[in-house]
């Protein structure tokens, strides 16, 4: 029992984690085996479920199984570990093996997300508020759009996915768009 190897809780080497220098980074308290668990907040909303008449669109789109990853439940102790371990300087988790990371190999088998193809870069020069009339079929106010970004609450507050039944295709194309959005 003498013997047994002690894990070191930090990292090996510390030099380029800056943000460690001034204290206040959370992974002092796991590194000194303080338990903290974090409140997760979870927005619920539209996501908390998929309506039926958009999961034909969802699965063309390839976002079906994107989309029930909206109704797992958080393991706020995982998140706790994790938001721990994560280090904005080196972009990875710090864990007692070593670095790690998550690729985008990761994200597309765990959501189901197709990669395949181009990818999309570069400046796009557009009328936004066209482009979401011409994509969803409502034009925006100039406060819902911020960038090149369309704001959730906006989002929600046109579109009822709890009413879609009777809804023309048009109209539940336009659904699918906002949900997968």
Not at 7 to 34: E, T
Not at 137 to 149: C, L, T, Y
Request: charged fraction near 20%.
């Amino acid at each position: 029992m003498a013997d047994q190897e002690v894990v070191k809780l930090g990292p090996r080497n510390d030099s380029v984690l800056y943000l460690q220098k001034d204290g206040k980074h959370v992974s002092i308290g796991a590194w000194n085996q303080i338990n903290r668990i974090l409140k997760v907040r979870k927005y619920r909303d539209f996501r908390d479920f998929i309506p039926a008449e958009i999961v034909g669109h969802l699965r063309q789109a390839g976002f079906y199984e994107a989309a029930l990853a909206g109704s797992l439940k958080l393991d706020k102790v995982l998140i706790s570990a994790m938001v721990e371990r994560w280090r904005p300087e080196t972009h990875t988790f710090h864990m007692p093996f070593g670095e790690c990371t998550i690729t985008l190999q990761d994200v597309a088998v765990h959501l189901g997300l197709p990669i395949d193809g181009n990818p999309v870069t570069g400046v796009t020069w557009c009328d936004w508020s066209e482009l979401v009339e011409d994509l969803l079929g409502v034009v925006p106010p100039a406060s819902a759009i911020k960038g090149g970004g369309l704001k959730l609450v906006w989002l929600a507050e046109q579109f009822n996915f709890h009413n879609l039944a009777g809804a023309d295709p048009i109209q539940t194309m336009y659904a699918a768009r906002a949900y997968i959005l």
